[in-house]
Nanobody, 125 residues
Framework: QLQLVESGGGLVQPGGSLRLSCTAS????????IGWFRQAPGKEREGVSC????????NYADSVKGRFAISRDTAKNTAFLQMDSLKPEDTGVYFC??????????????????WGQGTQVTVSS
């Protein structure tokens, strides 16, 4: 079965950290761009970060620059999103997605073909 599975979400206080994982099963993440998106209640899904196929290019939403870091581990077939200095406005369901090879990586959802089921992140005191 081909799937992406996110993990690592949870409840954290403002200023805290979480590390999200996105593990692929049934296929290799090689030659795919990886994106992280989030959706807060009542809001549209937004791009948070993405990473190119070889990990040399990363992009971040302005709202998370300097606080979040995306990475990928080919041997583990997994991508990560390290989230530090979390704020209440970071609350939402976080999704990872994969898309076909492209130069760099896109922050737009239409560049991605397969999505995980999401993991809840709640930042609250």
């Amino acid at each position: 079965q081909l799937q992406l599975v996110e993990s690592g979400g949870g409840l954290v206080q403002p200023g805290g950290s979480l590390r999200l994982s996105c593990t692929a099963s049934g296929f290799s993440l090689d030659l795919n761009i990886i994106g992280w998106f989030r959706q807060a209640p009542g809001k549209e899904r937004e791009g948070v970060s993405c990473i190119s196929t070889r990990g040399r290019i990363t992009n971040y939403a302005d709202s998370v620059k300097g606080r979040f870091a995306i990475s990928r581990d080919t041997a583990k077939n997994t991508a990560f999103l390290q989230m530090d200095s979390l704020k209440p406005e970071d609350t939402g369901v976080y999704f990872c997605a994969k898309g076909p090879f492209q130069l760099g990586c896109s922050m737009y959802h239409n560049a991605y073909t397969d999505w995980g089921q999401g993991t809840q992140v709640t930042v609250s005191s």
